[in-house]
Antibody
């Protein structure tokens, strides 16, 4: 069955970078987009952007442009999300989620990765 | 950017009752671009309804969504609440090459 398994929790200092991975299994990796969504403690969901595993094309939400980079490794069916210049407000659970091309909804989600930014 | 406003912020009901959750868009959106998710504490969101009214695989028929065409008002209805339905519900829309979420409605046991 479909699984999106994310890397473990991270603790980072302000100004540092974090790279979170999302390993897909149970389906053809290149036929589904992967999105990233984050959730600050006790808050709602915030959209970060999308990567197309087939060609590596990306589109980042305006709030994250210039600070986020999404990439993929087709040999391991893994997508990565790197966020730079971390600040305390970036403390959140980061989720990857799958979308079948152009359906505009996310049918499977990873378990989430807690990133804590603290000095 | 299209803003989604969900109401109420918190809804207190008892098992067996009917729940009506609202999602209002700041401008008209296509119903095909409106999605509902359920999130329980410590869990990732779960797809409930897509295209405003289509239930995702495995979602019980007590969950229904409404809102049609290009509009601003969308509703998620849970006809008879079960104990496992108490959670936070988010609507989501796609527009201008990006997605936005509502702030969520917390459905709590009365």
């Amino acid at each position: 069955q479909v699984h999106l398994v994310q890397s473990g929790a991270e603790v980072k200092k302000p100004g540092a970078s974090v790279k979170v991975s999302c390993k897909a299994s149970g389906y053809t990796f290149t036929t589904y987009y992967i999105h990233w969504v984050r959730q600050a403690p006790g808050q709602g969901l915030e959209y970060m952007g999308i990567i197309s595993p087939s060609d590596g094309g990306t589109n980042y939400a305006q709030n994250f442009q210039g600070r986020v980079t999404m990439s993929r490794d087709t040999s391991t069916s893994t997508v990565y999300m790197e966020l730079n210049s971390l600040r305390s407000e970036d403390t959140a659970v980061y989720y990857c989620a799958r979308e079948r091309a152009d359906t505009l909804y996310f049918d499977y989600w990873g378990q989430g990765t807690l990133v804590t930014v603290s000095s | 950017e299209i803003v989604l406003t969900q109401s109420p912020g918190t809804l207190s009901l008892s098992p067996g009752e009917r729940a009506t959750l609202s999602c209002r868009a700041s401008q008209g959106i296509s119903s095909s671009h409106l999605t509902w998710y359920q999130q329980k504490p410590g869990q990732a969101p779960r797809l409930l309804i897509y295209g405003a009214s289509s239930r995702a695989t495995g979602i019980p028929d007590r969950f229904s969504g409404s809102g049609s065409g290009t509009g601003t008002d969308f509703i998620l209805t849970i006809s008879r609440l079960e104990p496992e339905d108490f959670a936070v519900y988010y609507c989501q829309q796609y527009g201008s090459s990006s997605y936005t979420f509502g702030q969520g409605t917390k459905l709590e046991i009365k």
